[in-house]
């Protein structure tokens, strides 16, 4: 079953601009990561941010964590139409660190 | 390349045959994931590997399905006896280990359609 929501499912923004998708989850864990899978293709990890960080940039890439509310967001500044895909977050917890993921939220970037 | 590979990339087989998919990882990593996606769905999890040792097994793992990772290298997914309802993108990942830092570096798929 799917650890959490994501939030919207379904995004659509012209280039330049900002795109924000936020994730809740529902357990304890030890990271958060998020993942972009372009259409029918396997997924390419974007950032991993650890349970004791709150903040975590990378590139057009930063993303937040509150491990009070369960809750974490990616932002992608400045957006490109190479962005658009489905982008998911995803949680391990546990020894194993097999990964729960949510739904997604698809992306759609319009020149 | 060094990234995970996995072989068929396309599987297209009729109902009731078996079919068995390839994984190969990162070579230093220790750690071997499957996970199944279904279309619109995010992936979930089926089992894990800690060198040659499968270590845990999801309930969607039925007995029709067997993962084998031999020598701690590739590995090898089979479901036998194949229902239209496995119809998914098999995803395999690798990972060096490690509670909070790990990270799992994801193959192309291989995509099984049961007709």
């Known amino acids: 079953s799917q650890q959490g929501e994501e939030d919207p499912q379904a995004l659509s923004i012209q280039e330049g601009e900002n795109a924000t998708m936020n994730c809740s989850y529902k357990?304890?864990?030890?990271?958060l990561q998020w993942y972009r899978q372009n259409s029918g293709r396997g997924l390419v990890h974007l950032i991993l941010i650890r349970s004791n960080e709150r903040e975590k940039h990378s590139g057009r890439l930063r993303v937040t964590l509150d491990t009070s509310k369960k809750s974490s967001s990616l932002l992608i500044t400045a957006s490109r139409a190479a962005d658009t895909a489905s982008y998911f977050c995803?949680?391990?917890?546990?020894?194993?660190?097999?990964?729960?993921f949510g739904q997604g939220t698809t992306l759609q970037v319009k020149p | 390349d060094t990234g995970v590979s996995q072989d068929p990339r396309h599987k297209i087989t009729k109902r009731g045959q078996n079919v068995t998919f390839r994984c190969d990882p990162i070579?230093?990593?220790?750690?071997l994931y499957w996970y199944r996606q279904t279309l619109g769905q995010g992936p979930e999890f089926l089992t894990y590997?800690?060198?040659?040792?499968?270590?845990?097994k999801s309930r969607l793992l039925s007995d029709r399905f067997s993962a084998e990772r031999p020598k701690g290298s590739f590995s090898t997914l089979e479901i036998q006896r194949t229902e239209q309802g496995d119809s998914a993108m098999y995803l395999c990942a690798s990972s060096l280990g490690g509670a909070y830092t790990d990270t799992q570096y994801f193959g192309p798929g291989t995509r099984l359609t049961v007709l």
């Open positions: 590997f800690q060198n040659e040792a499968q270590l845990e």
């Open positions: 357990t304890s864990i030890n990271n």
């Open positions: 070579s230093e990593h220790n750690r």
């Open positions: 995803a949680t391990a917890a546990g020894n194993t660190g097999k990964l729960i």
